[in-house]
């Protein structure tokens, strides 16, 4: 069974910064799509970054600047890298994976657990 292992949350004053990490708990044979969402309380979830197989990425234009999403596909993970963090960024995150586990497998998508996220004076 896969599983996207996050790490890397916590709290963090304004202007500081946090890296998180998600990581794929088994072998995978193919990752396409890989994503960070987050969601704030009374809030619906939103696609914060993503980054496909060999594309560019892109942001959300609250994050623009400030915000990158990188991966190792040697290590199947995906990392986001907050800067400048403002109380607003204030959430669960969530990482987010599109993979196959053999060449003969359908393609299926994958959530990490959530890691909170906390700015706050």
């Known amino acids: 069974q896969v599983q996207l292992v996050e790490s890397g949350g916590g709290l963090v004053q304004p202007g500081g910064s946090l890296r998180l990490s998600c990581a794929a708990s088994?072998?995978?044979?193919?990752?396409?799509?890989m994503r960070w969402y987050r969601q704030a309380p009374g809030k619906q979830r939103e696609l914060v970054a993503a980054?496909?197989?060999?594309?560019?990425?892109n942001y959300a234009d609250s994050v623009k600047g400030r915000f990158t999403i990188s991966r190792d596909n040697a290590k199947n993970t995906v990392y986001l890298q907050m800067n400048s963090l403002k109380p607003e960024d204030t959430a669960v995150y969530y990482c987010?994976?599109?993979?196959?586990?053999?060449?003969?497998?359908?393609?299926?998508?994958?959530w990490g657990q959530g890691t909170q996220v906390t700015v706050s004076s």
């Open positions: 088994a072998n995978i044979f193919s990752i396409n799509d």
């Open positions: 987010y994976a599109r993979l196959r586990r053999s060449s003969g497998a359908d393609w299926a998508d994958y």
């Open positions: 980054i496909p197989s060999g594309g560019y990425a």
